[in-house]
């Protein structure tokens, strides 16, 4: 597999399990979890840091002058690595209404 091909499936695979802790924490606040929420928040962070680090690898790579090739499949990896985060977000300020409504 090639290294953009491999750079791509690995923040897929990350972003994918933080996705995936990320609606755990929301399921959690719903049932007024909220110490487990964050935790689950928590865990999300730990696979976006790995997700970050393979996206800015790329990054570090085309900023010495590498060429960098586009392939629809490292342009589904971006997106979906700034999908979650932005869902990371918006589950922070959800888990934190629901902590304000008693």
């Not at 976006?48 to 090739?69: F, M, S, T, Y």
Request: a negative charge; hydrophobic letters at 40%; glycine letters at 4%.
């Amino acid at each position: 597999m090639e290294s953009m091909e491999l750079a791509s499936f690995q923040i897929i695979s990350t972003v994918g399990g933080a996705r995936s802790k990320i609606t755990e924490a929301l399921q959690c606040a719903r049932q007024r979890n909220f110490k487990e929420a964050y935790q689950k928040i928590d865990e999300a962070n730990e696979f976006l840091k790995e997700g970050h680090k393979n996206h800015v690898d790329l990054i570090q790579k085309e900023a010495d002058g590498q060429e960098i090739p586009f392939s629809m499949l490292f342009m589904h990896a971006e997106d979906q690595f700034m999908s979650v985060y932005l869902l990371r977000d918006i589950a922070y300020e959800m888990i934190a209404m629901w902590k304000e409504i008693k």
